[in-house]
């Protein structure tokens, strides 16, 4: 039997879906403007690519979704839980307390509710301090008005003994309904970027799981009893309940998407990938097919994180951009998003957005009406869009050789066909809808960063055990067992720390499992 599959993506402005077969083959595509409520932008994208595939509702095996849920929640600061956060690492950490540099409004908007308490660990796993229960479990009767736990230890990624102990009397307290992120699990090392990432992804837990509801409930309209999947921030799937349970990393899986989709449209394994949406343009690498993971600490919603996040520079630049003549010929940062339909020039509205421009030029076809705009405007903005393109293409090499480009995107019309800096340009087929094909040829993935001291276990032993973690972990979020491979091995000497310590981070990724 085929193995049907339909991937969806929702972005700010359009929700685009494909239907592809068991050989990768793609059978239907569509894009759709994204709904305020999502659910309606999907369904709508679900039957319209059903309807041009021709396969029918119980021939899907699988549904992949890449969804904006996570990222809109933070940025609007709504829906969050109210997160009890608990850093083990007092007397050592008591300099700076948690949420001390988030903005003023998301720290509200997750209750601010923080303390420090005894306990820890050093980097080599020798104990800091020794864990105070009593004083842990009055602590958690204390945050009586949280619904969401984050719990952070120092050296956590080393020995997570305190972090997995503080688990358990906040369920033996609170009972099992409410939710705990533990760091170990979400960020590497560095205490306060894996303890902001922890306490994200604990706001976050009540959003999750409205969205996989929604999600789950769409296919239930539609009669669909398919093996449902998220997409993730490095390219990859998680299973449903694995969504839930770390949503913030689900957060770049749009971007994500798009890369592993353009380097699988393309062929490119190697190169830079710009993909033009309605909203913004992001520019980002594809290294062997995946997308090239952060080196340094990511913000998300002005907050400083360390969990694993593709290496992504987002301008806003997209077909719904709105140009402005004001003192120059400017493109973006605003755009009319899912309203572009409304209030484009080209479809009747009063906004002059990119589209219009186009529309203007006789590059595209859209809209009920041409617009009358100056062809010194279209080319005075043509050339800001290439300036800022090639200005981040150039950030993003890691060398001043020419390299590939891949241009994808509904908003792709934008991007000229000779960029500087680049060796080729490539406009694949179905470029519109690179996101989308993204997730649905995904894989399942599993992670971990550690830091592990020789001293204690030797070379072979660390690398085995940080590949079994890895394993384990791809197992969890819902890969095939006979499938996962070990497919990247980063192993970095700390010679700045006693014990002959070392960083080892390993990534697994099998098959969807059936």
């Known amino acids: 039997m085929t193995d049907y599959r339909i991937g969806i993506d929702v972005g700010g402005t359009n929700t685009d879906a494909v239907v592809m077969d068991g050989d990768d083959n793609l059978l239907a595509k569509t894009k759709t403007p994204t709904t305020e409520d999502i659910t309606s ?40 839980n109210e997160v009890g956060v608990i850093r083990i690492g007092a007397p050592a950490t008591q300099s700076i307390r948690p949420l001390l540099e988030w903005p003023d409004d998301l720290a509200a908007a997750v209750g601010n509710n923080v303390a420090i308490l005894d306990g820890g660990h050093e980097f080599d796993g020798r104990l800091l301090n020794d864990l ?58 560095g205490l306060l970027e894996r303890e902001n990432a922890t306490a994200l992804n604990a706001a976050l837990t009540s959003v999750a799981s409205e969205a996989a509801n929604a999600f789950v409930e769409a296919m239930d309209e539609r009669g669909i009893d398919a093996n449902l999947y998220f997409g993730q921030n490095d390219g990859t799937l998680m299973s ?28 490119v394994e190697n190169g830079i990938i710009v993909d033009v949406g309605g909203t913004t343009t992001d520019v980002g690498a594809v290294t062997e097919g995946f997308p090239r993971e952060s080196s340094v600490a990511v913000e998300i919603g002005e907050v400083k994180t360390n969990f694993r996040m593709p290496d992504i520079i987002a301008i806003g630049i997209g077909g719904g951009s709105i140009v402005s003549t004001d003192g120059g010929v400017t493109v973006g940062p605003q755009s009319v998003g899912y309203k572009l339909t409304e209030e484009a020039r080209c479809f009747g509205g009063e906004t002059l957005t990119a589209t219009d421009l186009e529309v203007a030029a006789g590059t595209i076809d859209i809209g009920s009406e041409t617009p009358a705009v100056d062809a010194d405007i279209v080319e005075a903005a043509r050339e800001y869009v290439r300036e800022r393109v090639e200005r981040e293409v150039d950030r993003m090499k890691t060398s001043a050789d020419p390299v590939p480009v891949v241009i994808v995107g509904g908003g792709s019309i934008l991007v000229p066909d000779d960029i500087a800096g680049a060796s080729e340009v490539h406009k694949p087929d179905h470029y519109e809808v690179a996101n989308a094909v993204g997730v649905a040829i995904a894989q399942v993935s599993g992670e971990v960063d550690r ?61 969807l499992d059936h």
């Open 41 to 80: 932008g999907i369904l709508n994208a679900l039957d319209v690519v059903l309807d041009d595939s021709g396969v029918s509702e119980d021939e899907l095996d699988y549904v992949m979704l890449g969804t904006t849920h996570a990222t809109n929640a933070i940025t609007e600061r709504r829906g969050l």
């Open 132 to 189: 105070d229960e009593e004083q842990v479990r009055a602590q958690i009767r204390e945050f009586s008005d949280v619904d969401a736990f984050a719990v952070t230890s120092v050296f956590s990624p080393v020995r997570d003994d305190h972090e997995t102990r503080v688990a358990e009397l906040i369920r033996e307290e609170v009972g099992d309904d409410v939710p705990i992120s533990v760091s170990n699990e979400i960020g590497s090392v």
């Open 240 to 267: 449903v309940d694995y969504a839930i349970r770390y949503p913030i990393f689900t957060v770049a899986s749009g971007p994500s998407n798009s890369v592993r989709g353009a380097a699988y449209l393309s062929q």
């Open 451 to 511: 830091i592990y001291s020789l001293d204690e276990m030797d070379r072979e032993g660390a690398i085995q055990h940080a590949k079994d973690e890895a394993t384990d972990n791809a197992l969890a979020a819902g890969a095939d067992p006979d499938s996962v491979d070990i497919v990247d091995i980063e192993e970095v000497p700390l010679s700045y720390l006693p014990g002959n310590a070392v960083r080892i981070k390993v990534k697994a990724a099998g098959a």
